[in-house]
């Protein structure tokens, strides 16, 4: 059991409490990672799977609606995972990107992100349809977590849908990333990815930052950086285009 003293002493420092859950998390995900799969499924989709099942677990256990930060301990995971820090590390991603580097892709580079976060939205809407959403904020939420798992939450976010469709539009976008985890070195050989520009591309038209480092870290690591660098770029586009641009054109779809 843990001591009195210092269950209260996690309970007052929540956030910080928060910080080091996540971070333990992330670190044994990372280990199971390198132990059990030899860096084939990213440490990264690993932990977020892990969330998402103790986030089940924590609901069930106290039968409320925010998993985890239902339980007193972990309360600051509540505020750890709102939209303001969620948000507030998409723009530092952003800021932190170098404007040259996109410009080393070329134009072929810049065209497969806008290409990546079309295609992708429109295969999650259809899909989204085909289960019969209608509504053209839902439908657009699941259409816009199939680009990537940030960018569904924060198009439902910004579109006001509710929390099951974002959840739906996290679990669609987790599934991408697994599959091009697992599925990058399978194909690489088939499409010419060998070298950086097919790296580039490869990582704007996939667009899962994780699905795309970790595929490629295992089909050849000097690729990661070309391949992560549009990727990183395909999630700014894509939480610029799906809840104005993308979103209008599938409410005109579904009202026509």
Do not use: E
Request: positive net charge; glycine residues 16%.
């Amino acid at each position: 059991m843990i001591p009195d003293t210092l269950v209260q002493v996690l309970g007052k420092n929540s956030l910080i409490t928060a910080f080091l859950f996540v971070g333990v998390l992330v670190w044994l995900s990372y280990a199971f990672s390198r132990r059990f799969t030899a860096g084939h499924i990213h440490g990264s989709a690993i932990a977020i799977t892990a969330g998402l099942g103790l986030a089940y677990l924590g609901g069930k256990l106290t039968g409320g609606h925010q998993g985890v930060a239902d339980l007193g301990l972990l309360a600051g995971v509540g505020i750890m995972g709102g939209a303001m820090l969620r948000d507030f590390a998409i723009v530092a991603t952003a800021f932190g990107a170098d404007p040259k580097s996109i410009r080393s892709a070329g134009v072929v580079g810049a065209l497969s992100v806008v290409i990546g976060v079309v295609l992708s939205f429109a295969v999650g809407a259809l899909v989204a349809v085909a289960f019969g959403y209608r509504d053209p904020v839902s439908v657009s939420t699941i259409g816009a977590g199939a680009a990537t798992y940030i960018v569904g939450p924060v198009t439902g976010t910004a579109l006001g849908a509710g929390s099951d469709v974002i959840a739906l539009s996290i679990a669609a976008g987790l599934i991408k990333s697994v599959l091009v985890m697992i599925g990058t070195p399978l194909v690489a050989g088939r499409i010419g990815l060998n070298n950086a520009v097919a790296a580039m591309v490869y990582g704007g038209l996939m667009g899962t930052t994780s699905g795309v480092a970790g595929g490629l870290a295992a089909t050849d690591p000097k690729l990661v950086p070309y391949g992560a660098m549009t990727a990183t770029f395909y999630t700014g586009v894509g939480c610029l285009l799906a809840p104005s641009v993308l979103f209008l054109l599938t409410r005109m779809a579904l009202t026509a």
